[in-house]
């Protein structure tokens, strides 16, 4: 959100921060996993410790005779020299575990350490470690333990050693980044300027900030050296005095047990066991580092499979369109307990080639009536009520299928951020050109697009240009361009020159008066800005709470504004920074989230309020001449 | 850009050094007597410690540490990889021999897993949330997590021992056969250490290509695509075009976990790769063999990294032509 003036008002959440049916999803997801992934391990730790227990032999004493299939002695047979693979299974569990909680702690501890030390200090120590770090990680690190292994020999210790010296690099190379930004945190950066010691900031501050992080690298750890145990063991490079799941595996597969009946209690049993290991370390570092990331858990999701709208779109050629665009009592809430309303009953109508100038600040629901009328509202946002009609076609409810049909070819966007709004991969003609394949073919629309963009104003020389390569104001025109190439009946501007310099502004306004000129566009802009605006836009309205308070020619509105609110924002301008309040508005704190006040929504930050307004809700009633206001006192 | 390019390749370089050095180390910090990594351990046993005196002679060994270093960097400008102790022959015969097969299952399962990661992972995001992304999610993981030594067994078991579809050892035939008949017996012997392999590697991709999807997703330029008119696919190729460079990278720098996993593969299927020489050269103590095969599969992942940094401005145009933004 560009708009600098953040204001205490009535909270009605332009996209909420977290649309809560669906972080409550993905949550679950990572839960489940994660209690999954829990309960595989606790089970192996539990098989572990009461090995002696479960098992009836010794693992590493033949009990029995040479490959016996499986019988009450022997649940799971012998192997080739008659020790029992039951009791090896079991026994296994302790050596699997045993290693991989040992490996992963000493790498997190390794890595941790060499993440603060880099993180912390940074300078020449952080070069070195770091390109120490690379230098690991460019390795194979499967062959590299190999070849360890083959040199150093195959202790439990000597196992524990290797695989820790292979990974640590992972884990340091993470959490350094986190210490990188945990540092730059406010009040850590406050703790080291009021002199606190570094170990204090490391441990007070640091260290609690990234643990969740660690644990996940930690599992993650684990993961990684069952697995890597498993396949030293299997290629005979275990510890030779310890039975674990992969000697199991190495003995099954030099003495070709898949060739006989034995696959089903000797390969089966330790391979599902390495699997069970692994897969639990895996569902339990997904689940941490998902509830840890509240980055991820506030994605929301893309679509829906779409819906057939409720009403086909319908063109009625026996009426007459009064305007460009209609919008008739349109609602949209978020869907919350309870729903919290965006837009409220508005209804309003864009003529042709005429500017329609929609202000408001943040937070009174022009974005949303904005994605709404493009059809674009992601969930938990959701039309409840009224229609829309563009250019003599009914969109309903304007549902996304509906509104997908003139997306592009008679209703175009420039959106609020231009800067982004462009595919930073592929070079801006081509980006016009798939606007104008829409209606034409692939020849024609490549020389549509150099026309358009000829006409924005971009020299036919930068047509091929990477977005990157051009300047915010180019990039703004090649948006515009986008809007127009079609010829829409109505352009969509959402704030489309905020964030640009005074200069650059003035340039791209007077280009849009000159589109509206040249291709009889209608327009409907929207900004923050109320006196910008008012210089450029035919009609107003004026939006707070969801609601138009105040409508009717810019002439008239700007030149005797009826609405105390109004008022404000016309003797407004523009801040360097900061939240600001308008000039002369009463003072009040911010009223509390999703509880709209009684009577005039307005009346709790307005100057001139009276007591009528806490209870009465003011209707649009007629000031002047084709102008409307929402406030009992200028009612005549 | 061109300091760029030699600044890459400086790291590069610096990697391959410490590549070279780690192995010139390891015999020599590995406990025991250097001799007992020279000569197959039955003969070690029976030398006197005259004759002990003699080999390390003869192999430069009682030179000082720095000169042995200089005799090993030169030794290797000339390609002298010393002698494999069980095969009696050089080490960089052997490994010229082997490394066709290795390259062939890697290259391989590193384009069939990119593929099938990257498709996976993309549909996921794209429907992200659903239980069809739950379900591919788990189902990825827990291919993820099979040891890439049982998968090998269990495909043997269904595939060759009960289906009989594939010959379970080696690459090649055992009785003479050429020209297209021998292509076909090579692929019929190679797809089941290949879908070993791949199955083993998809699930990193998967999870990266999921990821950068997602996250791509939530830029502007998507939100704009859609606005200006553009159908669900099309929508799609946008964002899953930047979404592909963080999966060039994964999939390079995975090349590396690749190899490791290869050594394993190659032992369960009897396939005459780097990885078998490797596992042989474990088991017969054949230490300069196993020397030389890691500096060849260090310096073929090094190579790979190199090369993605490389290719990497193709697919990203902010690094193929940083320009400044002219007004």
């Not at chain 1, 999954?36 to 029995?64: E, Y």
Request: aromatic letters at 6%; proline letters at 7%; glycine letters at 8%.
């Amino acid at each position: 959100m560009t708009a600098p003036t953040q204001l205490s008002t009535v909270d009605v959440p332009e996209p909420p921060a977290a649309p809560v049916s669906v972080v409550v999803r993905r949550a679950s997801l990572a839960r489940r996993l994660g209690v999954a992934g829990a309960g595989l391990l606790v089970s192996l730790v539990v098989v572990a410790a009461f090995a002696p227990l479960i098992a009836r032999h010794d693992p590493d004493v033949p009990t029995g005779v040479p490959y016996d299939p499986p019988s009450v002695s022997h649940p799971l047979g012998t192997n080739d020299v008659g020790q029992d693979l039951f009791a090896q299974l079991v026994f296994g569990t302790r050596v699997s575990l045993t290693i991989a909680t040992l490996s992963a702690l000493v790498a997190i501890v390794v890595g941790l350490t060499v993440a603060l030390l880099a993180g912390y200090h940074r300078g020449r120590l952080e070069a070195a470690l770091m390109r120490l770090v690379d230098l690991i990680l460019a390795f194979p690190f499967m062959v590299l333990v190999i070849v360890l292994a083959a040199f150093f020999g195959r202790g439990l210790l000597t196992t524990v050693a290797i695989i820790a010296a292979v990974i640590w690099a992972r884990p340091a190379r993470v959490l350094r980044s986190q210490v990188l930004k945990v540092r730059e945190y406010q009040h850590v950066v406050a703790a080291r300027a009021m002199g606190a010691s570094p170990s204090r900031c490391i441990c007070r501050h640091v260290l609690t900030r990234i643990a969740p992080l660690t644990a996940a690298q930690f599992v993650r750890a684990a993961n990684i050296s069952v697995l890597l145990e498993a396949a030293l063991s299997f290629l005979g490079l275990g510890d030779p005095n310890r039975v674990s799941w992969g000697t199991m595996l190495y003995f099954a597969n030099a003495r070709n047990a898949f060739l006989t009946d034995a696959w089903l209690w000797w390969i089966l049993p330790p391979g599902l066991a390495l699997t069970v290991a692994i897969l639990g370390f895996a569902f339990l570092g997904y689940a941490i580092e998902e509830l840890a990331d509240p980055r991820l858990a506030r994605t929301a999701p893309r679509h829906r499979r779409r819906r057939s709208p409720n009403r086909p779109p319908t063109t009625s050629a026996e009426r007459r369109p009064a305007g460009v665009l209609e919008v008739h009592e349109l609602s949209v809430d978020y869907l919350a307990d309870p729903p919290v309303r965006a837009v409220d009953r508005v209804s309003f109508t864009v003529g042709p080639g005429r500017i329609t100038g929609l202000v408001g600040e943040s937070g009174s629901g022009k974005s949303t009536l904005v994605m709404a009328l493009l059809g674009l509202l992601r969930p938990p946002g959701r039309v409840v009520g009224g229609r829309a009609v563009v250019n003599g076609r009914d969109l309903g409810r304007l549902q996304r299928a509906a509104v997908a049909q003139v997306r592009g070819r008679e209703v175009g966007f420039i959106p609020q951020n231009a800067m982004n709004a462009l595919n930073p991969a592929y070079d801006v003609h081509r980006q016009v050109a798939e606007v104008a394949a829409l209606t034409r073919d692939r020849a024609a629309a490549s020389e549509r697009a150099s026309e358009v963009l000829e006409l924005v104003g971009i020299p036919a020389a930068r047509h091929r240009s990477f977005p990157h390569e051009l300047s915010g104001g180019m990039r703004q025109r090649v948006v515009i361009a986008m809007a127009v190439t079609n010829e829409p009946a109505l352009v969509v501007a959402d704030e489309p020159v905020t964030g640009l310099d005074v200069v650059t502004q003035a340039r791209v306004l007077r280009l849009l008066l000159e589109l509206r000129d040249r291709l009889g566009l209608a327009i409907l802009l929207v900004s923050h800005d109320l006196p910008l605006v008012a210089r450029t836009a035919d009609d107003l309205l004026v939006m707070y709470g969801g609601r138009i308070v105040e409508r009717g020619e810019a002439g008239a509105v700007s030149a005797a504004p009826a609405h105390p609110y109004t008022r404000l924002l016309l003797a407004s301008f523009p801040s360097l920074r900061g939240p600001r309040r308008l000039v002369g508005e009463a003072p009040g704190g911010p009223i509390g989230v999703g509880a709209p006040p009684d009577g005039c929504l307005f009346h709790p930050r307005c100057p001139e309020r009276v007591d009528e307004c806490r209870c009465t809700v003011p209707a649009l009633a007629e000031v002047g001449e084709r102008h409307e206001a929402a406030c009992l006192l200028s009612e005549p | 850009m061109g300091g760029h390019v030699l600044r890459t390749v400086g790291q590069y370089v610096l990697v391959l050094f410490a590549a070279i050095s780690l192995n010139f180390a390891l015999p020599r910090l590995a406990p025991g007597d250097a001799v007992d990594y020279l000569l197959p351990p039955e003969q070690a046993g029976s030398l006197s410690p005259e004759q002990r005196r003699q080999v390390l002679a003869q192999f430069g060994l009682d030179q000082s540490v720095p000169t042995q270093f200089r005799d090993y960097l030169s030794g290797l400008a000339r390609g002298d990889l010393l002698f494999s102790v069980r095969y009696g022959r050089p080490v960089g015969e052997l490994l010229g021999e082997r490394v066709g097969w290795s390259a062939l299952l890697v290259g391989g399962s590193v384009l069939l897993s990119t593929v099938v990661g990257a498709f996976l992972g993309f549909r996921s995001a794209w429907r992200r949330g659903t239980a069809r992304d739950a379900g591919t999610l788990t189902g990825v993981m827990l291919v993820d997590s099979l040891p890439p030594f049982f998968v090998g067994m269990l495909l043997i078991l269904v595939f060759s021992v009960q289906l009989d579809l594939f010959p379970i050892f080696g690459a090649l035939p055992t009785v003479d056969t050429s020209g297209l008949a021998l292509v076909a017996e090579v692929v019929k012997r190679s797809v089941l250490p290949l879908a070993t392999l791949t199955l083993a590697s998809i699930g990193p991709v998967y999870l990266v290509a999921r990821s950068a999807l997602v996250s791509e997703l939530q830029e502007d330029y998507v939100l704009m695509a859609e606005a200006k008119g553009l159908s669900e696919r099309q929508v799609r190729r946008h964002a899953e075009r930047n979404a592909l460079l963080p999966l060039s990278t994964v999939t390079l720098i995975g090349l590396g976990s690749l190899v490791g996993g290869a050594a394993v593969v190659e032992t369960v299927f009897s396939y005459p790769g780097l990885g078998r020489l490797i596992y042989e050269a474990v088991l017969a103590r054949d230490y300069p063999v196993l020397q030389g095969a890691f500096l060849l599969l260090a310096v073929g992942v090094i190579l790979a990294n190199f090369v993605n940094d490389l290719l990497y401005p193709l697919l990203d145009p902010r690094v193929r032509r940083p320009r400044a933004a002219a007004t």
